[in-house]
């Protein structure tokens, strides 16, 4: 059974980095095909994907985001960490986990809430 | 603005057959297989159809998703009140290199 859950601060302050950490289990990150990626939602909003990291360590990053994305892994600990630089206002959304299989979001954490607020 | 298009709202009676279209270019719905998703306001999105017409494990045969160039539908017949949900359609885009989604689709069950 594979499980996701995300952690991390629930209150950022603006041009703050934000860290959240994934983690999962039923899986492995070593495992051929597998990934994990994030994705957010703001409030009343559309699904709006961040990252992938897959088990050769191959990374894509939201074009508009790049920049301010990375993206690790800690097979040891079986845990993905995301961390976001300079945050803004607009950044406040919901921030989910998700397992990764045949490029299909096949299971997905419960999300974090994170509002970026001064 | 989403990459791919999707119409903010839907709606049908219990029974009808109601169907959600998710429009896309060649760099992603034309070269990519497309997934749609099931968010019940409140709840994490949840994997409804996968490879454009693939059903997981314990998804109610009712729903049926179709590709066919650049666009793709979900189609629900039977249509239940449980059916009220947000729903997204994904897929790869490879001029991007990483996955995009539509802007959601409203099903509201009258």
């Known amino acids: 059974q594979i499980t996701l859950k995300e952690s991390g601060p629930t209150v950022v302050k603006p041009t703050q980095t934000l860290t959240l950490t994934c983690s999962f289990s039923?899986?492995?990150?070593?495992?051929?095909?597998?990934?994990v990626g994030w994705i957010r939602q703001p409030p009343g909003k559309a699904l709006d994907w961040l990252a992938l990291v897959y088990w050769d360590d191959d990374k894509h990053y939201s074009p508009s985001l790049k920049s301010r994305l990375t993206i690790t892994k800690d097979t040891s600990k079986n845990q993905v960490v995301l961390t976001m630089t300079n945050v803004d206002p607009v950044d406040t959304a919901t921030y989910y986990c998700?397992?990764?299989?045949?490029?299909?979001?096949?299971?997905w954490g419960q999300g974090t809430m994170v509002t970026v607020s001064s | 603005q989403s990459v791919l298009t999707q119409p903010p709202s839907a709606s049908g009676t219990p029974g009808q057959r109601v169907t959600i279209s998710c429009s896309g270019s060649?760099?992603?719905?034309?070269?990519?297989?497309v997934n749609w998703y099931q968010q019940v306001p409140g709840t994490a999105p949840k994997l409804l159809i996968y490879?454009?017409?693939q059903r997981p494990s314990g998804v109610p045969d009712r729903f049926s998703g179709s590709k066919s160039g650049t666009s793709a539908s979900l189609a629900i017949s039977g249509l239940q009140s449980e059916d009220e949900a947000e729903y997204y359609c994904a897929t790869w885009d490879d001029s991007l290199s990483g996955p995009v989604f539509g802007g959601g689709t409203k099903l509201t069950v009258l």
């Open positions: 060649r760099s992603n719905i034309g070269f990519n297989s």
């Open positions: 490879a454009n017409n």
């Open positions: 039923g899986f492995s990150l070593t495992s051929s095909g597998v990934g």
């Open positions: 998700v397992h990764v299989d045949i490029r299909a979001f096949d299971m």
